[in-house]
């Protein structure tokens, strides 16, 4: 499973580049933006081909899953802790029938404590970061974790052999495209060095 999120601010032609992405197969798109309101989110997936809208997770304003037919909802650590303790309350007003639910961990103990039952779970930072200067890569080592586990923070060709073996499921990416001097190019060699490691 790869998992591409959303840089933070826009990039030039963004949009242009995430259908071409979508087309080359990328299955899961995280859509990450903190400085987005609810307005600017529906202006973003509405620039999106309708087809792939059922490939974009949504981390802020979960309600979208009711207007646009998505793939699901993600919780970043902090309204996981303020929501997931009373988890019935919070998805009332949502159609969350037959979408995924993840959230972001920083820590594989809390990963594995954590008694909510999500589709995967993200876990940074793994190496160093691409695209976060200073974000210190920890090596966490999954292998003993029974959990869907994605692992994030540094994740380019030269890492991937690496994150499997430490026991991870999947890989979330997001420099190692973006950063990319060019973004299609980027993950497809990052999707076929995934697909070489993971059919093994």
């Known amino acids: 499973m790869i998992v591409l999120i959303a840089p933070e601010n826009d990039i030039p032609n963004e949009i242009e580049i995430l259908n071409q992405l979508f087309r080359e197969g990328l299955l899961v798109y995280h859509l990450r933006k903190p400085?987005?309101?609810?307005?600017?989110?529906?202006?973003?997936?509405?620039?999106?081909?309708?087809?792939y809208h059922n490939r974009i997770v949504v981390h802020y304003f979960h309600e979208l899953i009711n207007d646009f037919n998505l793939k699901g909802?993600?919780?970043?650590?902090?309204?996981?802790?303020d929501h997931i303790d009373n988890p019935g309350q919070?998805?009332?007003?949502?159609?969350?029938?037959?979408?995924?639910?993840?959230?972001s961990f920083h820590e594989?103990?809390?990963?594995?404590?954590?008694?909510?039952?999500?589709?995967?779970?993200?876990?940074?930072?793994?190496?160093?970061?691409?695209?976060?200067?200073?974000?210190?890569?920890?090596?966490?080592?999954?292998?003993h974790i029974h959990k869907t586990i994605i692992g994030m923070g540094g994740i380019n060709v030269e890492t991937i052999e690496e994150t499997i073996t430490?026991?991870?499921?999947?890989?979330?990416?997001?420099?190692?495209v973006w950063n990319a001097?060019?973004?299609?190019?980027?993950?497809?060699?990052?999707?076929?060095?995934?697909?070489?490691?993971?059919?093994?």
């Open 35 to 51: 400085d987005k309101n609810h307005e600017e989110h529906v202006a973003y997936l509405n620039k999106i081909d309708k087809e």
């Open 73 to 81: 909802i993600h919780f970043q650590e902090q309204k996981r802790m």
């Open 90 to 103: 919070y998805f009332k007003n949502l159609n969350m029938f037959g979408k995924t639910i993840s959230s």
């Open 108 to 143: 594989p103990e809390v990963l594995k404590a954590c008694c909510f039952e999500f589709d995967y779970h993200l876990l940074s930072p793994v190496f160093s970061s691409i695209s976060k200067k200073g974000y210190k890569g920890k090596g966490f080592d999954v292998n």
């Open 166 to 176: 430490l026991g991870f499921k999947g890989i979330g990416v997001l420099g190692g």
């Open 181 to 200: 001097e060019n973004p299609l190019e980027g993950f497809i060699k990052i999707k076929e060095t995934y697909n070489k490691h993971t059919s093994k």
